[in-house]
């Protein structure tokens, strides 16, 4: 059976975890994992338990600092460069996976760092074993045609809007 699509989006916290939740599960069951992240730093503290377990395989992206909407158009060009590589090296690495997570693939969509038809094209196009998982807020709806599996995280209630800045081990 061919890889099935997941997306797990939404306001809410949970994405990442979702993702880091699965990929676990599955090197559990045997099965070999790439896991990557674009617009993120690189300090996520899932990446240094991720890369303790066998058959988990981590491609680290150029570190992202600050949130896109923040960006000049000098810093969005690079980062728009980064992530286009990063993209093609998980499409070209694909192939030898079970489970291929792309965390925060779908907010670099949006906000036009990685071409969406690029991904898109991945998806169609992609090898028959890997399972694979996009997160982010606001996918559109070409992305959620495209998923077998639609999951959105909702906010209730969060601390951030006290004023609480994100925790280590909690939020990142």
């Known amino acids: 059976m061919r890889g099935l699509i997941h997306i797990y989006c939404g306001e809410g916290k949970g994405k ?13 069951a045997g099965k070999k994992v790439l896991f990557t992240q674009f617009l993120k ?3 996520s503290s899932e990446l240094k338990i991720l890369e303790s377990i066998e058959g988990i395989d981590i491609l680290k992206g150029v570190p992202v600092e600050g949130f896109v909407k923040h960006f000049d158009e ?9 992530s286009k590589k990063q993209l093609r090296e998980v499409i ?3 192939g030898d ?18 071409e969406e038809s690029d991904v898109a ?27 077998d599996y639609v999951t959105e995280m909702q906010k ?17």
């Open 74 to 82: 000098a810093k969005k060009q690079k980062v728009s460069g980064d």
């Open 92 to 94: 070209s690495r694909a």
């Open 97 to 114: 996976y079970d489970l291929v997570i792309m965390d925060e693939i779908i907010p670099a969509c949006a906000h036009g760092i990685t």
């Open 121 to 147: 094209d991945f998806i169609k196009n992609r090898p028959e074993k890997p399972e694979l998982v996009l997160t982010g807020r606001h996918p559109s709806e070409a992305l959620l045609s495209l998923a």
């Open 41 to 43: 730093n690189g300090k």
């Open 156 to 172: 209730c209630k969060h601390p951030y809007d006290c004023g609480v800045a994100a925790r280590e081990g909690i939020e990142y």
């Open 16 to 28: 990442t975890t979702a993702a880091v939740g699965l990929a676990i599960r599955a090197a559990g």
